[in-house]
């Protein structure tokens, strides 16, 4: 068995009465954990919607007292005796929220689910991940190879279940905790949890994301930062170029490229990079850059990433080659879900920014109809908006940003047809109407936009867009 690596210690206790704010996946899974743990809890919740009532008979049918329709007020918490010693937030919840303000001005330790699961698994390693894009893939790629190499690495966090609910699970199947556990961490985790001190830290890009939140560039740059600062080994993507231009302000990181070596900038020596096809170290090649079959160079990033974890651990080259092999790929990231009638249909749903939709752009064969829309955020759109120049032959904006989107293609003198419509469902009609009458070979649904206008995720987006296109293979006859 590979041995982990050092682990730093440093969450403090949690105690006998914990408040936790949000009745989320990770607000849910976090009150159950601490529960366990011997903490009495309450959940405060500021809505009531049917699924929020029948998950609060849940959670007191198990002895956890839930207030929901309650505010987030520093008087909530008055009126409920002596502030507790601590209060759980969902990620959702704006950090610089003037009631967590004051709690914390209070002496209140104010902090992430992330934190309790931190807490709970003592002496397990993380390998904490996190970056504007790539963070998902990347994530199911470091747990399946260490799975592959007879490891118990499984994976939680931001893409999924919660760190809290994985840890739950296990205690209450009285199973011992994994070798490594596998997290995928947001911004939004990563502020909420400032302990959190990872065996590995790995940063896949940064681009700008969440500004609406962040406010600047440079603070989501030092959220993310703090992550992979507190880790005993740091894995940096040197083809990022943020990540480059930040290079002289790290020591101790080791740089992972898909291109050669040769091509870095001095200062920059690559544990792993890519060269004549090949993945190669300081101590000789390794195995095929093709091992991973997934389109677009953001994939050989990742590849080298999760590769360096493997690294990093020994495992052997031709057992990381032949795990690579056997990766499903991702759902919602650049996923292939059929071809019908000579178009190959791609869910791309997680792609909820300009640059991440660029990216898929780059990945994929043009001329294609591309589907765009949800909620928009901040950012620059310019390099998407090229991106859609050069390869697609149209765009179907829907949702909230419908109009937003029709007037940026508008403006950038956009070549191509343009269709807006109301929904997802009428999109994916105008997409393959559309995409039969250009020949154009692909449709893609990467909508550059968050899901929240008219879906609880982004999972349930491209959920609903697997099945509408599913709908008109059933039925060819009703949409020609």
């Given at each position: 068995?590979i041995?982990?690596?050092?682990?730093r210690?440093v969450?403090p206790p949690?105690?006998?009465f914990?408040?936790v704010v949000g009745?989320?996946?990770?607000g849910?899974?976090?009150a159950?954990?601490?529960?366990?743990?011997g903490?009495r809890?309450l959940?405060?919740?500021s809505s009531?919607?049917?699924?929020?009532?029948?998950?609060?008979?849940a959670?007191?049918?198990?002895?956890i007292d839930v207030?929901?329709?309650?505010p987030?007020?520093i008087?909530?918490?008055e009126?409920r005796?002596?502030l507790?010693a601590?209060v759980?937030?969902?990620p959702g919840?704006r950090?610089?929220?003037?009631?967590l303000?004051e709690?914390?001005?209070?002496?209140?330790r104010?902090?992430?689910e992330p934190?309790?699961?931190?807490?709970a698994?003592?002496?397990?390693?993380?390998?904490?991940?996190?970056?504007?894009?790539?963070?998902?893939t990347v994530?199911h790629?470091v747990?399946?190879?260490?799975q592959?190499?007879g490891?118990?690495a499984?994976?939680?966090?931001?893409?999924?279940?919660s760190?809290?609910?994985?840890?739950l699970?296990?205690?209450l199947?009285?199973?011992?905790?994994?070798?490594?556990?596998?997290?995928?961490?947001?911004s939004?985790?990563i502020?909420?949890s400032?302990?959190l001190a990872?065996?590995?830290?790995l940063w896949t890009t940064l681009?700008?994301?969440?500004?609406e939140?962040?406010?600047t560039l440079?603070?989501?740059?030092?959220?993310?930062?703090?992550?992979v600062?507190?880790?005993?080994v740091?894995?940096?993507?040197?083809?990022?170029?943020?990540?480059?231009a930040?290079?002289?302000n790290?020591d101790?990181?080791?740089?992972?490229?898909?291109?050669?070596?040769?091509?870095?900038?001095?200062?920059?020596?690559?544990?792993?990079w890519?060269?004549?096809?090949?993945l190669c170290s300081r101590?000789?090649e390794?195995f095929?850059a093709?091992s991973?079959?997934l389109?677009?160079?953001?994939?050989?990033?990742n590849?080298?990433?999760?590769?360096?974890v493997?690294?990093k651990l020994?495992?052997?080259?031709?057992?990381?080659?032949a795990?690579?092999?056997r990766?499903?790929?991702?759902p919602?990231?650049?996923?292939?879900?059929?071809e019908?009638?000579?178009i190959?249909w791609?869910n791309?749903?997680?792609?909820?920014?300009y640059?991440?939709?660029?990216?898929a752009?780059?990945?994929?064969?043009?001329?294609m109809v591309?589907l765009?829309g949800g909620?928009a955020k901040?950012?620059?759109?310019?390099?998407?908006l090229?991106a859609?120049q050069r390869?697609?032959?149209a765009?179907?904006v829907y949702?909230a940003?419908?109009?937003?989107?029709?007037?940026?293609?508008?403006?950038?003198?956009f070549?191509?047809?343009?269709?807006?419509v109301e929904?997802l469902g009428?999109a994916v009609l105008?997409?393959?109407?559309?995409a039969?009458?250009s020949?154009?070979p692909t449709?893609?649904?990467?909508?550059?936009?968050?899901s929240?206008?008219?879906y609880?995720s982004?999972e349930?987006?491209g959920?609903?867009?697997?099945?509408?296109?599913?709908?008109l293979?059933?039925?060819?006859?009703?949409?020609?």
């Open positions: 068995m041995q982990p690596l050092p682990l210690e969450s949690f105690g006998a914990t408040v009745l989320g996946r990770s849910a899974g976090a159950r954990l601490l529960q366990s743990l903490s809890v959940v405060l919740e009531g919607t049917p699924a929020q009532h029948l998950q609060a008979r959670l007191r049918a198990g002895g207030q929901l329709d309650c987030l007020t008087e909530s918490f009126a005796g002596p507790p601590a759980v937030v969902s919840i950090w610089d929220h003037p009631t303000v709690l914390r001005n209070r002496g209140v104010v902090c992430g934190s309790v699961a931190w807490a698994s003592r002496g397990l390693p993380w390998i904490g991940i996190t970056g504007t894009n790539g963070k998902t994530t790629l747990s399946h190879l260490l592959a190499a490891l118990d499984p994976m939680a966090g931001n893409m999924g279940t760190a809290a609910e994985l840890l699970e296990r205690r199947r009285g199973e011992a905790n994994p070798d490594w556990l596998v997290m995928e961490l947001s939004y985790q502020e909420a400032p302990e990872p065996a590995f830290g681009t700008p994301d969440h500004l939140r962040h406010g440079s603070n989501y740059r030092a959220i993310k930062r703090r992550l600062e507190n880790a005993t740091r894995l940096l993507n040197a083809d990022d170029a943020d990540l480059r930040q290079a002289p790290w101790q990181a080791d740089w992972v490229s898909a291109g050669p070596r040769a091509g870095l900038p001095a200062g920059i020596e690559p544990l792993i890519i060269e004549n096809g090949r101590d000789g390794l095929d093709d991973l079959a389109p677009g160079q953001h994939n050989q990033q590849l080298v990433l999760a590769a360096a493997g690294l020994g495992l052997d080259p031709a057992g990381m080659a795990a690579f092999r990766f499903p790929g991702v919602h990231r650049l996923e292939r879900i059929c019908r009638a000579g190959t791609y791309d749903s997680k792609a909820t920014n640059d991440a939709a660029e990216v752009l780059k990945a994929l064969p043009g001329p591309v765009a909620q901040q950012g620059d759109a310019s390099v998407w090229a859609l390869q697609a032959a765009v179907v949702g940003a419908s109009d937003h989107f029709a007037g940026l293609l508008l403006s950038s003198g070549s191509g047809e343009v269709r807006n929904d009428a105008a997409a393959n109407a559309l039969t009458a020949g154009s449709v893609l649904l990467s909508p550059a936009c968050a929240f206008d008219q609880s982004f349930a987006r959920n609903h867009f697997r099945a509408l296109v599913a709908a293979n059933a039925t060819p006859a009703a949409i020609e």
